[in-house]
């Protein structure tokens, strides 16, 4: 990726250009020491003088009013207001027409930058005399925020309009407009800091000093990334909107740099030194404010894509090259306006321009797909196998492949315009989002209709969430979502989810970056200095014992420090290390194979795989999917390889179960769900085997429940109860056991035939089903005398 600059023959300002801004990505506007304002129309590359100010007047930053906040017109049209600070200690509120609208007096000295918060609520000022000022929208003056000795460069706002970022010397300080909060400080250069900006979307901040440094930071001032001393001073900075990217500007210098840090290309116009940097709303083409007088546009392309043997390459505003590597076949696609983004994934390139959004097949770059957008300003694309995600400032949108809109997600306070690949997932049947008012809670929508997912609850982690990803194969009633909490904690939890509650399962710690696999529910990640992909994720709700041995690591110390997971696709992973070059890793394929042959219920030749490789990692991953899926054949023979004796006994006892329902019901006690097999056992009307499973498990209360519930076995629960209590030589407490005890005789006699009998029903149950067959085993039936044989899963003594 690089931008390609363009600037005039002949500088269309005399003196030094101050600063510069945009109203939409065809008109730019300009401000200089000639005391000019001019607009500039990309478009018919006319410029026209907006506004003359007077002589004393000289512009030092320029700033529209935010679309997003309804600027007077937002949308396409752009805003109608802009600020414009100068160097005789005001600030001037002026329209698009050129009109001047209000000239306040702000401070004592230059005001040197203005800024307009995100919600369009407020104005911030910075000034010589080192005052940093709050101002109503209407120019009324609501509090000075600090007083400093330094003089103060640079001011932007904190995401949610609420805190302010200046500068103070060479250190930089965020405020709250609370009153009473306390500031956080830090020294951030070893010279004076020129200028700094704070994008809402990735919530990073950058800053650019004297001694020649750009650096990121986050918000609790620990640095992300601090770059090599250039040679001259970093007069400008500025995120683009969607925070993916960031250009750097100094003398003859333009740089545009990843938000990790690490640059993708230099640039060296003659313009003297950049003293202002201003992205389009659009983030594809960048200006600058130059010293000679002279206003450089620059535009962003060769912006590089990958999809197995196809390559994607925006070589210029309006044209993508796909190239396939395989033939070397190579496809020129054209576009009538702007490229603004591109997607590549699942055999489909998504090309939204400034009017309109362009689908193609990998199998036919002919024909393409393509309907008109509402808003030409996307910001986001996501794909999926069988649909994609369109964001734009105001919504979500889900579209398919042959161009249909198949609904459009919202919730009360969705702010579309902030969602990033960090904060928003897509799989086949479902939609994620994390919502930005309150970081604990995520919204989970169904994908074919955009109504909320379950009993319609967002999922509510216990801290904030800084990472989602939803898994993209199999049946959505098993979809899972993995979280990345603010201490860098993974877990695993149940999209879908009806009256029971959502199990949340962790996963794994000091995790970096992760990435689901494309074709397989395989979970890569970098955690705590390690490369780590989990075979069989699923295997953490099925059984724990196996969890940590469906696991593969290695050492992740020959990718550097803080490298991040692109994609996963295969059993090939693309890692970005931290000075930007793409490296690649690989996995053993079997898994992804054997999760091909779960998925197809091709139970044999997964046998035969696990076999032929002789690894214990797969056949622990065997285990755990034919646990799940609860084939019992595959399960024993899987377990037995893995030396599990004990649970291979447990399945040899429940193949002895003559119906279905309690095969599955005692399935799901093997896989650590007492609950979901007692509720497996109560939709199939057995009763007692819902009864008796209670008695295993010791969950007395429960079991005494349900039969008086249904005025059945309420002696064989006392009966149990009570040789409990001779056992450990107890006397009976529980109120409800004593109530019931009183007038009920306890003869077990009578308590087996009634056992006995109901085994007799279920053997001459009309839908009984034939156990699979199996060599010897033990009738199911507990012995009164001891504790019926089970799983030890105890819930609640």
Known sequence: MRLKTSLQKEAKHSELVSCVGWTTPEECYSGADDHLVLKWNLNSNETTTLVKLPDDVFPTDMHWFPKSAGGGGAGKKGSDLFVLTSTDGKFHLISRSGRVEKSIDAHKGAVLSGRWSWDGSALVT????????????????????????????????????????????????IKSLQANA???????????????????????????????????????????????????????????????????????????????????????????????????????????????????????????????????????????HVRNVMNEAVEKLDFRDRVIKVSLCFNHLVVATAS???????????????????????????????????????????????????????????????????????????????????????YVFDAQNGK????????????????????????????????????????????????????????????????????ANMLAALADGKFTVWYYPNTIYVDRDLASRTVFEKEASEFGKNPQLLNFIGNHIIIRRAEGSLVGTGVSPYPAILHSYVQNSRWDDAVRLCRFVKDDVLWCCLAAMSAYAKELNTAEIAYASIKEAEKV???????????????????????????????????????????????????????????????T????????????????????????????????????????AKIELEYQKERERPERTPAPSTGGGTADRPDRSERPRGRSQVSGH
């Open 356 to 442: 309109q959004c362009y689908i193609y097949n990998t199998k036919n770059w002919n024909t393409p797909m393509i309907f008109d957008l509402k808003e030409g300003n996307i910001s986001l694309i996501l794909q999926a196998e069988k649909h994609f995600m369109l964001v734009d400032s105001s919504n979500v949108y889900i579209y398919s492949y042959d161009g249909r809109l198949v609904c459009s997600p919202k919730y009360p306070g969705l702010r579309a315009d902030i969602l990033n690949y960090q904060t928003v997932s897509l799989s086949n049947d479902t939609v994620a989002i994390r919502d930005k008012t309150d970081e604990k809670v995520i």
């Open 182 to 320: 306390k500031p956080t400080m830090w020294k951030a250069h070893e010279g004076v800091i020129l200028n700094v900006d704070w994008n809402p979307v990735n919530n990073l901040i950058l800053s650019g000093g004297e001694d020649c440094r750009y650096k990121v930071w986050d918000t609790y001032g620990r640095i992300m990334y601090s770059s090599s001393a250039h040679d001259y001073p970093i007069t400008s900075i500025a995120w683009t909107p969607n925070g993916e990217l960031f250009a750097v500007g100094s003398f003859n210098t333009l740089r545009l740099c990843d938000q990790a840090g690490w640059s993708y290309s230099l640039e060296k116009p003659n313009t003297g030194s950049l003293f202002k940097l201003a992205w389009s709303s659009d983030g594809t083409q960048v200006a600058g404010a130059c010293g000679n007088g002279q206003v450089l546009i620059a535009n962003v392309i060769e912006k590089r894509l990958e999809w197995k043997n196809f390559e994607a390459v925006v070589v210029s505003s309006k044209q993508i």
């Open 126 to 173: 910075a000034g010589e005399d080192g005052q940093v000022k709050i101002w109503s929208r209407s120019g009324m003056l609501r509090s000075t925020l600090t007083q400093n000795s330094n003089t103060v460069y640079g001011v932007a706002w904190g995401p949610d309009s609420d805190q302010v970022l200046f500068t103070n010397g060479r250190q930089l300080v």
């Open 649 to 711: 006994q447990f399945i040899v006892n429940i193949k002895d179960i003559p119906v279905k329902e309690a095969r599955n019901a005692e399935m799901a006690l093997l896989c650590g769900s007492p609950q979901d097999a007692e509720s497996i056992l109560l939709t199939a009307g057995l009763i007692f085997r819902a009864i008796m499973l209670n008695i295993q498990l010791y969950n007395w209360d429960r079991a005494l429940e349900l039969a008086v519930k249904h005025k």
């Open 713 to 752: 076995h309420v002696d064989t629960v006392l009966g149990y109860r009570q040789r409990y209590l001779e056992r450990f030589e107890k006397k009976e407490k529980n109120k409800r056991f004593l109530q019931y005890s009183e007038g009920i005789e306890i003869d077990w006699e009578k308590i087996d």
């Open 452 to 519: 909320p997912l379950g009993d319609g609850k967002p999922i509510t982690h216990k801290l904030e969430v800084m990472e989602i990803a939803l898994d993209q194969c199999g049946p959505a009633t098993e979809r899972r979502l993995a979280i990345i909490d603010k201490n860098r904690d993974l877990y695993l939890t149940s999209v879908r989810v009806f009256g029971t509650e959502r199990k949340s399962n962790k996963l794994g710690n000091m995790i970096q970056s992760l990435c689901w696999n494309d074709s």
